[in-house]
């Protein structure tokens, strides 16, 4: 008799985007009229096309591969030399830190390696988690069975759950327990918020004295402005004792569709044995990926390169302008509506709180219903998220000017 995985079964049922999704088709199935009128701002994904230096890279790598002499069959399971030197130098080494080529593992998405990371890390480890966050880390952990039953509210034994607020600008102090290991994503998905220096190191400073693990999300690191934010864990001190971090081209080079991200797992970070005794994750995390992954195309991974190429920067500056430009006129439409916003300066997605007495579904479907704008109800995210919504800026100018215009236009 085969068995399956009872931790699947533990699973709240995936309900935010195919709620929306059906919310949607309701929408505009009762309403042909009005859906071509509609805006969605729902789902974080691009809209802009790649920057012509990865479309350039892209059709010279097809050339290679179509030749005898310059074909590729399998590269280094953990990324071509070439594109994890350029990544070490131009992301960390550029800026004065200390990262080494061989702690770069190129991967096909973050999303991916934040579930893959459990692979090499212990089952009953204490969890935290913030609340409202990127869904995939708290799932990942059900499905390894590093957590318990959840309870009535939803929540999950074995995760000390991390509120995140309007009084703590949604970024969470350390807990008074011991966790050992940590979720944080700066700047936030869903709530834009982004970690200072100060609250980045009280954080390394607890998991160093904790002798925890950081499980650092800088997906959208390309998004700060302000320069007094980090980019990287690695820019406190102490971050290569305790801290992995993952970084992506979703955001920042339009790859959502590409598919190409990186893992830093720095050789100075050691966690416990069974036997209490501390080793190095780094060859851990290496034979991992060389065991159940064989690397990520050529074809892709001379794209990404491209990214660091000085045509290649100044693309995803653009990019990264016109994304953000994007939450500037959200952001402003959603304060002139009367509405108080956080995130959408340092990050593409704009977090807005819903009028007095409405939900995040109540204020969605007056969104849909009023606006004929599709949004990302808070709630969705965690129970801290009860009462906001997110608005994303990855869309058209055009597109994000008339959602900006919409949102004043709402009679609440
Ligand atoms: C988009 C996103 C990523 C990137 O995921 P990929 O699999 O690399 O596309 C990672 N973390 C968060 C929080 C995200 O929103």
Redesign the pocket.
Known sequence: MASLNDNYLKLKAGYLFPEIGRRVKAFNDANPAAAARLIRCGI?DVTEPLPAAVVAALHKAVDEMAVRSTFKGYGPEQGYEWLRAAIAENDFRAHGLDVADDEIFVSD????D?GAILDIMGASNRLAITDPV?P?YVDTNVMAGHTGEADATGAYAGITYLPCTAQNGFIPEPPKEHVDVIYL?SPN?PTGATASRAQLEAWVKYALANRSIILF?A??EAYISDPTIPHSIYEIPGARECAIE?R?F??NGG??GV?C?FTVVPKTLLASTASGEFKPLHPLWSRRMTTKFNGVSYLVQRAAEALYSPEGKAQVAALVEHYMGNAKILVAGAKAAGHRVFGGVNAPYIWVDAPKGHTSWQAFDRILNESNVVITPGSGFGSNGEGWFRVSGFNSRANAEEVSRRLQALNW
Do not use: I, Q
């Open positions: 974080g998405g973050s999303k991916c934040c990127y995939v994503c998905n999300d997906a959208y993952f992506s979703s955001k790859f959502t598919r991200a």
